[in-house]
């Protein structure tokens, strides 16, 4: 009998727990790009490129599937409220903490936006309340996240009090962003994602214009960066967040910032050529028991075990 349960009530499908990993890599690599990028170009243009690639991109995509992108005009005026909490304002203050802030306290900032989710979607929704095994699950990530990143979370408090708050801003408002995005669960998800990133767009073009200052100088290591900030970690990566908005809920898909530092780190050890400390390893390990807290299929099913057990004697 097929599960007619609200998606935030009932386990993650293994599909859903699949696009979450790969959506953790996409975003993790997006810190690495971003940090590259963001040394030649100032923030805001940054932000612009990077969503008008993206957006540019997945109307060639949509052409290409032969799906009309008319299904996104009349929601037009949400569409630009999801382009400013999903994109311009924490794309802005990300890469503006980013200018001045430790990478590793910015892994543990991100890392709370599933509470600031599950606090919002509390109050927001009927069908994602919190729980003790979310609480729970949530609290052990971002600890995880902070053991996991150890010497650099404590290295990055020196940094300004304003970037600390530009980067938990950003958290805050991706959580309100994933609680807004339900309302376009019956939507194709490319369709979602290619009328939030050209909303962004027209957003940011007017912010910053075409003749954004310092992008002509840019070495093609910038470029490049902002090529796969475009393509992988906001087009393609988009498509598979709304994929789990639509499947899995709000309060689940932000579990994605509990992936993004465990992923950029094994990045760093795939490509970069970098080791794994043992507190990295720790953190990793109470990353993936947050996870499986919040999952709570193994729990349940050692339940129902002992319950059967018990009724036998």
Request: charged share 10%; net charge positive.
């Amino acid at each position: 009998m097929k599960d007619t349960s609200p998606p935030a009530t009932r386990p993650m499908a293994t599909a859903d727990w699949a696009q979450l990993l790969l959506l953790g890599a996409l975003w993790g690599g997006s810190f690495f790009f971003a940090r590259i990028a963001v040394a030649e170009i100032e923030p805001l243009t940054l932000v612009f490129y990077r969503v008008l690639i993206a957006a540019a991109a997945l109307h060639l995509w949509l052409i290409a599937r032969g799906t009309s992108f008319r299904l996104a005009l009349p929601h037009a005026g949400s569409f630009l409220l999801l382009a400013l909490l999903n994109n311009v304002i924490p794309f802005s203050l990300l890469f503006s903490g980013q200018t001045v802030i430790g990478a590793g306290l910015a892994a543990v900032l991100n890392a709370t936006t599933p509470f600031w989710t599950i606090v919002a979607a509390n109050f927001l929704t009927s069908d994602e309340k919190i729980t003790p095994s979310r609480l729970g699950g949530i609290l052990l990530g971002v600890v995880g996240t902070a053991v996991m990143v150890g010497p650099g979370a404590l290295t990055g408090l020196g940094a300004p009090v304003w970037a600390q708050l530009c980067v938990l801003g950003a958290s805050i408002t991706y959580g309100l962003a994933v609680i807004f995005a339900r309302r376009f669960r019956a939507l194709p998800s490319d369709v979602v994602a290619t009328g939030q990133l050209t909303a962004s767009a027209v957003i940011m073009a007017l912010v910053v214009g075409l003749g954004a200052s310092g992008i002509g100088a840019a070495s093609p290591a910038a470029w490049s960066s902002v090529a796969a900030l475009g393509l992988l970690s906001t087009a393609l990566a988009y498509i598979l967040y709304f994929n789990l908005v639509a499947s899995a809920g709000a309060t689940n898909t932000s579990l994605v910032t509990l992936i993004v530092p465990v992923s950029a780190i094994l990045l760093g050890v795939l490509f970069l050529g970098e080791s794994l400390d043992i507190y990295e390893l720790i953190g990793m390990a109470l990353i993936g028991l947050g996870l499986v807290t919040i999952d709570g299929r193994i729990f349940r099913s050692r339940t129902r075990r002992t319950v059967d057990s018990t009724g036998k004697h």
